[in-house]
């Protein structure tokens, strides 16, 4: 249990915190924070993943260096979390082989004592949605050889149907201990909505066609769309997120959505870390960066250099 502490020695931590903070974007050091990282008993390590648009090769490099995965690409990582916080789909060319690779991986996880979440993002959304502007030609050809799937990528996300089926089990917003996910951020009002009703309507509208998503969800600022804390929150935007921590009984807010061309990093003295670093290769020559979270503190890894070459 933690125990509650008197102003000075709560002021004294968050000046604390923003130190650690400044300091592990120069050397990698984890940031100790016991009061936010609060892990399930069974769970060693927490990995999370930003964006993926369609890149395969990315995708595999930080499994890997994380240890999730084997070089042979199964699943050896015990007592592990792995969260992907949405967009897989869209721009990059091996949107097929992710899904199969993500599928498969999620069964095999369980076997290790551990889990692979993943989150929809807007990407997702979008193709369920009859949006397939951002699908590159090459990803639509590879999607020819799918034996699982409808070998024309458009109806393979028809709402109701298998691939829509299988999505409407991923979250919009998930907790691990107190770590919160989402894929661009959430508001007070979301937050009082409730994390279970957000997670229940959008299964509900991937598994039926005559469903419409609640105004909540079609907004801009919606979980899957809000960029207030991906870009430049103020104070005021610090205190909302104070809040809705506190409405969700969390301690970190970690999303993705929002390209950090400086790699990944957080602000609100810790309380959010943007891990979207547009590792994809559509994006060009970018760090592979991904999140390492233990009891210890939460630590930005890399495991490489993406070429667009």
Same mark, same amino acid.
């Given at each position: 249990?933690?125990?509650?502490?008197?102003?000075?020695?709560?002021?004294?931590?968050?000046?604390?915190?923003?130190?650690?903070?400044?300091?592990?974007?120069?050397?990698?050091?984890?940031?100790?924070?016991?009061?936010?990282?609060?892990?399930?008993?069974?769970?060693?390590?927490?990995?999370?993943?930003?964006?993926?648009?369609?890149?395969?090769?990315?995708?595999?490099?930080?499994?890997?260096?994380?240890?999730?995965?084997?070089?042979?690409?199964?699943?050896?990582?015990?007592?592990?979390?792995?969260?992907?916080?949405?967009?897989?789909?869209?721009?990059?060319?091996?949107?097929?082989?992710?899904?199969?690779?993500?599928?498969?991986?999620? &069964?095999?996880?369980?076997?290790?004592?551990?889990?692979?979440?993943?989150?929809?993002?807007?990407?997702?959304?979008?193709?369920?949605?009859?949006?397939?502007?951002?699908?590159?030609?090459?990803?639509?050809?590879?999607?020819?050889?799918?034996?699982?799937?409808?070998?024309?990528?458009?109806?393979?996300?028809?709402?109701?149907?298998?691939?829509?089926?299988?999505?409407? &089990?991923?979250?919009?917003?998930?907790?691990?201990?107190?770590?919160?996910?989402?894929?661009?951020?959430?508001?007070?009002?979301?937050?009082?909505?409730?994390?279970?009703?957000?997670?229940?309507?959008?299964?509900?509208?991937?598994?039926?066609?005559?469903?419409?998503?609640?105004?909540?969800?079609?907004? &801009?600022?919606?979980?899957?769309?809000?960029?207030?804390?991906?870009?430049?929150?103020?104070?005021?935007?610090?205190?909302?997120?104070?809040?809705?921590?506190?409405?969700?009984?969390?301690?970190?807010?970690?999303?993705?959505?929002?390209?950090?061309?400086?790699?990944?990093?957080?602000?609100?003295?810790?309380?959010?870390?943007?891990?979207?670093?547009?590792?994809?290769?559509?994006?060009?020559?970018?760090?592979?960066?991904?999140?390492?979270?233990?009891?210890?503190?939460?630590?930005?890894?890399?495991?490489?250099?993406?070429?667009?070459?």
């Amino acid at each position: 249990m933690i125990k509650n502490r008197n102003f000075f020695s709560t002021a004294v931590f968050s000046i604390s915190l923003l130190f650690l903070t400044m300091c592990s974007d120069k050397n990698n050091s984890p940031v100790v924070d016991n009061n936010r990282i609060i892990l399930p008993d069974t769970v060693n390590t927490v990995i999370a993943i930003g964006d993926i648009h369609g890149d395969i090769n990315a995708l595999k490099s930080i499994l890997i260096d994380s240890h999730a995965i084997s070089k042979n690409l199964h699943w050896i990582g015990t007592n592990m979390i792995v969260v992907q916080t949405g967009d897989i789909l869209d721009r990059g060319d091996n949107e097929l082989q992710i899904i199969e690779l993500l599928f498969r991986l999620k &069964k095999e996880a369980p076997m290790k004592k551990s889990q692979l979440i993943l989150i929809n993002g807007n990407h997702e959304i979008m193709n369920f949605a009859g949006d397939f502007r951002y699908v590159s030609q090459n990803s639509r050809k590879n999607w020819k050889n799918s034996k699982l799937l409808s070998t024309d990528r458009e109806s393979s996300f028809k709402r109701g149907e298998y691939l829509a089926l299988e999505f409407s &089990k991923f979250p919009v917003v998930t907790k691990v201990g107190s770590l919160l996910f989402t894929h661009g951020g959430l508001t007070i009002k979301q937050a009082e909505y409730g994390i279970e009703k957000i997670n229940s309507d959008i299964s509900k509208w991937l598994t039926d066609n005559n469903t419409s998503l609640p105004a909540i969800l079609r907004k &801009k600022n919606s979980p899957f769309w809000n960029r207030t804390y991906g870009k430049n929150p103020d104070s005021r935007d610090c205190r909302n997120l104070q809040k809705i921590l506190e409405l969700t009984k969390s301690g970190t807010l970690i999303i993705g959505h929002s390209i950090q061309k400086n790699g990944i990093n957080s602000k609100c003295n810790g309380l959010v870390w943007r891990i979207d670093v547009g590792m994809s290769k559509y994006y060009g020559s970018r760090n592979l960066e991904y999140l390492e979270i233990t009891r210890s503190g939460i630590t930005k890894k890399s495991s490489g250099i993406q070429n667009n070459q």
